[in-house]
């Protein structure tokens, strides 16, 4: 089935820290994929986004991703995470011809000091 | 602040009863979704309007969901019946134009069917 895969469930590292979070999608043609963050007690928030162009993409809080076409993939990286970026996780894709997000089922991720 | 209000954010009802959730997309957002979350699993997608249009529908909405946008600004999403598998977050999302613009979320709607 056509579907978005985040292989990792739950994530712990220590501050400074380096992170890559996995996905990768099934979806043949045109994508545009994003990721998306969740705080604890707070709402889904854009990470990122990529529609074209330059295949790594800069977000806010300083994540960043690299689609690879040829793998399906598209996934966050940042060099050193903090404890602030406790939180969820969620890769998610939307097709070309189609309005609605596809998800991920999420990585929880914990920062501990 | 989001912007995209939902309410009410906690709602329990017995098991039979209808219930009806409220969005309200951020003004001048002419996109409305709502999507439904269940602990463990990533939203999944149910519906979503332009403007007052209902363009898309998920499988997953059964004949007892219904969502109306009635005047292309706030939307309701009702579901009648409630059934113990109904239980989840209702999340909505706004945004200005189509796919290539950012969807911003409410808080939710927690629903639980005792």
């Known amino acids: 089935a056509q579907s978005v895969s985040q292989h990792n469930h739950h994530v712990i590292l220590s501050e400074a820290a380096s992170l890559e979070l996995g996905c990768n999608y099934s979806?043949?043609?045109?994508?545009?994929l994003f990721w998306y963050v969740q705080y604890p007690g707070q709402h889904l928030q854009l990470l990122l986004k990529y529609f074209s162009g330059d295949p790594l993409v800069k977000g806010i809080k300083g994540f960043e991703a690299e689609f690879i076409k040829s793998k399906f993939s598209f996934n966050l990286r940042k060099p050193s995470v903090q404890w602030s970026d406790t939180a969820e996780y969620f890769c998610a894709v939307n097709r070309g011809n189609t309005d609605k997000l596809i998800f991920g089922t999420g990585t929880r991720l914990q920062v501990f000091p | 602040d989001t912007g995209v209000s939902q309410n009410p954010r906690h709602k329990i009802t017995k098991r039979g009863q209808n219930v009806t959730f409220r969005c309200d997309p951020i003004?001048?957002?002419?996109?409305l979704y709502w999507y439904r979350q269940t602990l463990g699993q990533g939203p999944e997608f149910l519906t979503y309007f332009q403007n007052e249009a209902q363009l898309e529908k998920s499988r997953l909405l059964s004949d007892r969901f219904s969502a109306e946008r009635p005047k292309g600004s706030f939307s309701t999403l009702e579901i009648q019946r409630t059934e113990q598998g109904d239980s989840a977050m209702y999340l909505c999302a706004s945004s200005l134009g189509r796919w290539n613009t950012e969807a911003f979320f409410g808080q939710g709607t927690r629903l639980t069917v005792v």
């Open positions: 003004s001048e957002h002419n996109r």
């Open positions: 979806y043949g043609g045109t994508v545009n």
